[in-house]
């Protein structure tokens, strides 16, 4: 015969109504990642600064570049070139903001966590 395993305990207890923290609707809990968890957190966040910077900086260089072609191809008549160079902004100016917004918005994720 197959043995019987103990059920799992459930989150509500039926007879009375409340769930396992003795509160009639809900727990408050603290929940909040562990960054010093792992051994080379230290570097990764080392690594993870010096991306950022990177890409920062390659954004700025492109916008400067995408802004020469395409102050240099209208003023020239080439409208094929202006377009791409104001394709070129646009883009280096996304990309420069999604690098500098990315560590305000993981804060701001993790802090609307810890509110849930």
């Known amino acids: ?7 799992a305990p459930s989150s509500m207890d039926i007879t009375n109504g409340l769930n396992n923290c003795g509160r ?3 727990c408050v809990m603290d929940v909040f990642p562990d960054f ?6 230290g570097d990764l966040r080392e690594v993870v600064g010096a991306l950022l910077m990177f890409a920062l900086v390659i954004a700025v260089l492109m916008l400067i570049v995408s802004a020469i072609i395409w102050a240099v191809s209208s003023s020239t008549g080439n409208y094929a070139a202006a377009s791409k160079g104001r394709v070129g902004v646009l883009v280096s ?3 420069a903001v999604l690098a500098g917004a ?6 701001w994720l993790i802090s609307i966590g810890q509110q849930l």
């Open 1 to 7: 015969m197959a043995e019987a395993r103990p059920r």
């Open 36 to 41: 010093d968890g792992l051994a080379g957190i």
């Open 24 to 26: 009639r609707y809900g």
């Open 102 to 107: 990315g560590v305000a918005w993981m804060n």
């Open 93 to 95: 100016l996304g990309g």
